[in-house]
């Protein structure tokens, strides 16, 4: 049937000619302003809580994951450090550094910058040491580990450990008032949360005659929780998807175990609203793959066993990232992930920028960041700080036009507006989300 014809059976119909009509095209940028009022924390909050926390609240297992529970009552066999595992040992010892730090340094705590110190993958040469806020090979925190080392715990391996608590420690902290990373799978009205009301309407309204990419930098799923409305529940896609997916998870329900089929990335994004999360999720989880790999040792073949990366999945509730396993079709089997013990997410003001290159999802991401912006007619930004340089580097660079509009909705708007240079006009709106969405739509 040729367009003619569909456009006048439109029009007898009432519809006008509006299959014709180019769609819109909308970027949103959500920070953590956005989340505040779902009860999740500031930095401010967050710097706070990681910067007082005690040794008590927390205890990990002899792999390093951490169980939300007192170390006291659990550490009941005996009161001698020594007897601690080594994540035991770079926690208390991750402790004792920050409290070293808060004490003695001249700068408010930051947990990014920090992240920066502690990741011993991170170049620091002479340069980038001005970035981050101290030396943790210098003497000075050495001196810190001194009770944790034995013959067989060096200094060294201790540190190693320290981001691997450090981001579970994170993550708990995330949570802020919920405790929980997933919200009840239950249908909800628009108008339940005010907090959220007008912004709701405004993407309900907006995804009939526009495409909405809404990119995000941060971990939480307040904006999956959005699904749970009937209204928007088939308008929001994240990239990831079920349809055929060899990746599945283990779940215990009432005492019996299942085994479910996971959403995987495959960048399909067939919605009008498009969720794309720049600094990954409390749910996503890089699954591994152990497969042998043949190298010539001593003039002779060996077959070694490591750890590739395949794909990014998605958790669900009541799983752990190590109950992923993959469908090894030809073999007729399943093969548990071989080395994520929690949920991949980006921290640090300088080591998440390096990882915006992984290929397995942060570059596909940015690159479409960078593609949607120079397609888009309006940039709305909410909750942003404007403190990751990388990103503001990415609008500036992609927005152009002297006609292209930037609504920055952020109760310190005015002092924000000039940390990011466009041709066209910032136009800052002093306001929370749900009022400053209705100057939007302009």
Same mark, same amino acid.
């Given at each position: 049937?040729?367009?003619?014809?569909?456009?006048?059976?439109?029009?007898? /119909?009432?519809?006008?000619?509006?299959?014709?009509?180019?769609?819109?095209?909308?970027?949103?940028?959500?920070?953590?302003?956005?989340?505040?009022?779902?009860? *999740?924390?500031?930095?401010?909050?967050?710097?706070?809580?990681i910067?007082s926390?005690?040794?008590?609240?927390?205890?990990?297992?002899?792999?390093?994951?951490?169980l939300?529970?007192?170390?006291?009552?659990?550490?009941?066999k005996t009161?001698?450090?020594?007897?601690?595992?080594?994540?035991?040992?770079?926690?208390?010892?991750?402790?004792?550094?920050? $409290?070293?730090?808060?004490?003695?340094?001249?700068?408010?705590?930051?947990?990014?910058?920090?992240?920066?110190?502690?990741?011993?993958?991170y170049?620091?040469?002479?340069?980038?040491?001005?970035?981050?806020?101290?030396?943790?090979?210098?003497?000075?925190?050495?001196?810190?580990?001194?009770?944790?080392?034995t013959?067989?715990?060096? *200094?060294?391996?201790?540190?190693?450990?320290?981001?691997?608590? *450090?981001?579970?420690?994170?993550?708990?902290?995330?949570?802020?008032?919920?405790?929980?990373?997933?919200?009840?799978n239950? &249908?909800?009205?628009?108008?339940?949360?005010?907090?959220?009301?007008?912004?709701?309407?405004?993407?309900?309204?907006?995804?009939?005659?526009?495409?909405?990419?809404?990119?995000?930098?941060?971990?939480?799923?307040?904006?999956?929780?959005?699904?749970?409305?009937p209204?928007?529940?088939?308008?929001?896609?994240d990239?990831?998807?079920?349809?055929? !997916?060899?990746f599945?998870?283990?779940?215990?329900?009432?005492?019996?175990?299942?085994?479910?089929?996971?959403?995987?990335?495959?960048? $399909?994004?067939?919605?009008?609203?498009?969720? *794309?999360?720049?600094?990954g999720?409390?749910?996503?989880?890089?699954y591994?793959?152990?497969?042998?790999?043949?190298?010539?040792?001593?003039?002779?073949?060996?077959?070694?066993?490591?750890?590739?990366?395949?794909?990014?999945?998605? #958790?669900?509730?009541? /799983?752990?990232?190590?109950?992923?396993?993959?469908?090894?079709?030809?073999?007729?089997?399943?093969?548990?992930?071989?080395?994520?013990?929690?949920?991949?997410?980006?921290?640090?003001?300088?080591?998440k920028?390096?990882?915006?290159?992984? &290929?397995y999802?942060?570059?596909?991401?940015?690159?479409?960041?960078?593609e949607?912006?120079?397609?888009?007619?309006?940039?709305?930004?909410?909750?942003?700080?404007?403190?990751?340089? $990388? #990103?503001?580097?990415?609008? !500036?660079?992609?927005?152009?036009?002297?006609? +292209?509009?930037?609504?920055?909705?952020? &109760?310190?708007?005015?002092?924000?507006?000039? +940390? #990011?240079?466009?041709?066209?006009v910032?136009?800052?709106?002093?306001k929370?989300?749900?009022?400053?969405?209705?100057?939007?739509?302009?």
């Amino acid at each position: 049937m040729s367009n003619l014809i569909l456009n006048e059976m439109q029009q007898l /119909m009432g519809f006008g000619s509006a299959i014709n009509k180019p769609k819109e095209k909308i970027v949103m940028l959500l920070s953590a302003g956005f989340s505040i009022m779902k009860g *999740y924390p500031s930095g401010k909050t967050l710097n706070d809580r990681i910067s007082s926390f005690l040794k008590e609240e927390f205890v990990f297992t002899p792999n390093g994951e951490l169980l939300k529970m007192n170390m006291e009552k659990t550490m009941t066999k005996t009161n001698c450090i020594h007897d601690y595992n080594v994540y035991e040992k770079s926690y208390l010892l991750l402790r004792d550094i920050i $409290k070293h730090y808060v004490e003695n340094s001249e700068e408010t705590f930051d947990y990014e910058t920090f992240y920066d110190a502690i990741e011993v993958n991170y170049p620091k040469d002479s340069n980038e040491l001005q970035t981050v806020a101290f030396n943790i090979w210098s003497d000075e925190y050495r001196g810190l580990a001194e009770e944790y080392i034995t013959e067989e715990i060096s *200094y060294e391996r201790l540190v190693s450990n320290l981001t691997i608590i *450090y981001d579970q420690l994170i993550a708990y902290f995330l949570q802020g008032d919920k405790k929980s990373l997933f919200y009840p799978n239950k &249908p909800c009205q628009i108008n339940e949360d005010k907090n959220y009301e007008q912004f709701l309407k405004f993407l309900y309204d907006r995804s009939k005659d526009s495409i909405i990419d809404v990119f995000t930098t941060n971990h939480d799923m307040v904006f999956e929780s959005f699904r749970n409305i009937p209204e928007l529940s088939d308008l929001i896609s994240d990239g990831f998807d079920d349809y055929g !997916s060899e990746f599945f998870g283990d779940i215990e329900v009432d005492g019996y175990k299942y085994r479910c089929r996971l959403e995987r990335y495959t960048g $399909k994004y067939n919605a009008p609203i498009r969720l *794309y999360k720049l600094h990954g999720s409390l749910d996503y989880v890089l699954y591994h793959k152990t497969q042998g790999v043949k190298c010539n040792i001593g003039g002779e073949k060996v077959r070694l066993n490591c750890s590739v990366p395949v794909k990014y999945v998605k #958790i669900k509730q009541g /799983m752990n990232p190590y109950d992923v396993s993959n469908l090894v079709r030809c073999q007729r089997k399943y093969e548990y992930s071989s080395s994520a013990i929690y949920c991949d997410f980006l921290s640090g003001t300088q080591t998440k920028i390096k990882r915006y290159k992984n &290929p397995y999802l942060y570059k596909k991401l940015f690159g479409l960041f960078a593609e949607r912006l120079r397609k888009a007619g309006k940039l709305i930004i909410i909750g942003y700080g404007c403190g990751d340089t $990388k #990103i503001n580097e990415i609008i !500036s660079n992609n927005y152009k036009g002297a006609d +292209k509009k930037l609504y920055m909705i952020n &109760p310190d708007a005015e002092n924000l507006k000039e +940390k #990011i240079h466009i041709d066209g006009v910032v136009i800052p709106i002093s306001k929370s989300v749900n009022g400053g969405i209705l100057d939007c739509k302009i």
